[in-house]
């Protein structure tokens, strides 16, 4: 069922939403990693990378806690992975931005279908820590 061109649900209006939602979700992000990048390189730009050794990302920086917790700190590695999560939880905002447009309009197939998405999307992002 479509609500007709002047309702506040309209397919263009949810459009427009979305791309908004899009463009504004990918500013914070880069702005954030912009921000953590340059905090990173003001404290260590000046070190000599060991290339003869591998080191992977502290344990700190693999879960969302973790990330959080270094970006309240203002480490630079926190705050740029704080900005990939704001980069990944972009697309997600958007699934849950459809929900709503489509239960506005009762669509209730898009609804249910939607609503699969978002779980699954919600699943492959926090499964490991369950």
Known sequence: MRIENGSRWGDQRIEQMIGRL???GLALAASVVL???AVYLFRHGG???DYRVFRGEPAD???IPGILGDARQLSGRGIIQLGLLLLLATPVARVALSIFAFAAQRDTL???VTLVV???LLYSIVGGYL
Do not use: H, N, Q, S
Request: positive net charge.
């Open 22 to 24: 899009l463009a504004f």
């Open 35 to 37: 921000i953590g990048a």
């Open 47 to 49: 070190e000599k990378p």
């Open 61 to 63: 920086l693999r879960t």
């Open 110 to 112: 898009y609804v249910m």
């Open 118 to 120: 978002l779980t699954l």
